[in-house]
Structures are given as C-alpha cells and as structure tokens.
C-alpha cells in the first residue's frame, strides 16, 4: 500500500478525536516526546542502544515502525515523490486557512513569513477566495514566487519605519480580516494580532515558538472582538483528512510542484538542512531521495 506517515495520529475514540473541532489526539507524542510507540517500545538500535522514534514517525529513514493510528493508506496511483508534502508542511499551511480561519471569499489576508508552510496558507487562501493575499518577508527574494501561487502584493518591513501593523491597517482599511503567523516568532504573532481588524478579525499561530517562549500584548486588542487561535496540522483529522487531501492534489484542486526546490539522496540531507537554514532561495520544503 501507499501511505503517508502521521505526526498526529488519530486513534479515533478519546475526547479529542471524537470532538469534531479537534484534530488532535491524546495518544500523540507532540511535546511529550517519549520516542517510544504505544507499546511503550522503540523498534530502533544503534550498536546495542535504543534509538527513539520521533513524534510517532522517524521517517529519514529507509525503514520506519509505526503506531496503526500514525499512517493513512492513500489513493494507490498518488505520485509519492509530490503528495509527500501532505504529511506536514502542505497540509499545515494550506488547512490554516481553509480549515482553520476558514477564509472566507472577497475577504484580505496577510501571511508572515514565505517558507514552505507560508506558501502553503497562501495557497489556501487562494482557494478560499480570497480578494488580497499580502505576503509579509524580510526576504524580498521569497516575494516572485509568493506572487506566483497567490499573493496580491508583498511587503518587506525593513522597507519601512513604523511597525508592520500600521502599514497593514492602512492597506486594509483598519486591519485584514485573516492575520496568519508562519514563522515561530512571538513578536511577529503580537505583529499579526495587531494587523488584523479590530472588529472579528482572526489571527492563526502556526509558527512554533521555542519551548520556553511566552507572548504579552494588552487584552484590549482582543476585547474589540479580535480572535487569535492556533494550528497544529492545519486543523485536519489526520486519518481521516490526509487521502481526501491527496485525492483533492490528484483532481488538481491545487499545486504542490512548486514548493520543491532540491532533490538530494539521503547521504546529503545535512545540506538539505543547511539549504532551509540559509534560506537563500525560498527555504521551501525539502525532497530527501531515498
């Protein structure tokens, strides 16, 4: 069978998994980090020692062991080398905004930060119907192909000398109506709370902060009605969700080629790390061969 490993299982009958507004699972290892499978095992050695599973996938690998709840079988003729995306960063992005914040059509987005997950809500957006889509990066060179799957316009705040909301206000009429922060950086969550319309507009988090990392802003910005929420997995059953969403790609509902920029053989997936850290292109997601 074809199969896409899941970081967030979905075992299908604890309180998370039976409530409809909830793709989580109280079986998941997303902060717990055990490395072990449900079994309280780990199928992995290294010179007699334990090697523990990563968030219930371990998938840099030519072999891997997973949980049942921690893989959907997909439709058999999906290209694998392209619907690999739909195990995270697609998915995360692009269910950020069509599942998650639920953008609505003619409504204006801004997106903060144009890795592959950013690109990804941009995407999602566009589906959605969105009427603008500012993309947000202090890299102007990410802007071509923002502009490519989506974006209306792009900003780069080091262009300007005021702070990023206020530019976004004054482009939206008081504030967009969906603010989405891609990027893990508290700062630039507070940022996008504030660019959102002060009457119901929504912010998603979808960035992930360091562990140790807190946010403070005035609770007056969300007594006007703001609402700010946050996405793991963009909000998608995992089971459930990830092969319609492969089928969505195979019905061409939307594209996923462009966000692989490099193919290497898993013998060089430090430099594929290296690549995203640099970020000198896109810092898109990677493609590892096996």
């Known amino acids: 069978d074809k199969v896409i490993p899941l970081f967030v299982p979905q075992c299908g009958s604890c309180r998370c998994c039976t409530n409809p507004d909830s793709n989580l699972c109280y079986k998941n290892d997303i902060g717990k980090y055990s490395g072990l499978l449900l079994d309280n095992t780990t199928r992995f050695t290294c010179?007699?020692?334990?090697?523990?599973?990563?968030?219930?996938?371990?998938?840099?690998?030519?072999?891997?062991?997973?949980?049942?709840?921690?893989?959907?079988?997909?439709?058999?003729?999906?290209p694998l080398d392209k619907v690999w995306l739909i195990g995270c960063g697609f998915s995360t992005g692009y269910g950020s905004a069509v599942k998650t914040a639920k953008?609505?059509?003619?409504?204006?987005?801004?997106?903060?930060?144009?890795g592959g997950v950013?690109?990804?809500?941009?995407?999602?957006?566009?589906?959605?119907?969105?009427?603008?889509?500012?993309?947000?990066?202090?890299?102007?060179?990410?802007?071509?192909?923002?502009?490519?799957?989506g974006a209306t316009e792009c900003i780069n705040p080091k262009d300007y000398d005021r702070p990023i909301h206020e530019v976004l206000a004054e482009m939206t009429d008081g504030g967009v109506d969906y603010?989405?922060?891609?990027?893990?950086?508290?700062?630039?969550?507070?940022?996008a709370l504030k660019s959102s319309f002060f009457c119901g507009g929504k912010t998603v988090i979808v960035g992930l902060a360091p562990s140790n990392a807190t946010m403070t802003f005035d609770p007056m910005l969300m007594l006007t009605g703001r609402i700010l929420c946050g996405a793991v997995f963009g909000g998608w059953k995992s089971k459930d969700d990830v092969p319609k969403l492969v089928e969505d790609y195979m019905n061409k509902k939307f594209e996923l080629d462009g966000l692989i920029t490099h193919k290497l053989p898993l013998?060089?997936?430090?430099?594929?790390?290296?690549?995203?850290r640099k970020g000198e292109r896109y810092a898109l997601s990677l493609k590892i061969n096996l």
Request: glycine share 10%.
């Open 118 to 149: 950013g690109l990804s809500v941009i995407i999602g957006c566009k589906v959605a119907g969105a009427a603008k889509i500012i993309a947000v990066d202090v890299n102007p060179d990410k802007f071509a192909k923002a502009k490519e799957f």
């Open 179 to 191: 603010a989405f922060e891609v990027i893990g950086n508290t700062g630039i969550m507070t940022s």
């Open 47 to 78: 010179k007699g020692k334990p090697v523990y599973n990563f968030i219930s996938t371990s998938t840099f690998t030519e072999y891997t062991v997973v949980d049942e709840i921690a893989v959907a079988k997909i439709h058999p003729d999906a």
């Open 103 to 114: 953008v609505k059509p003619g409504s204006s987005c801004v997106v903060f930060g144009l």
């Open 267 to 276: 013998e060089k997936i430090n430099e594929g790390f290296e690549l995203l």
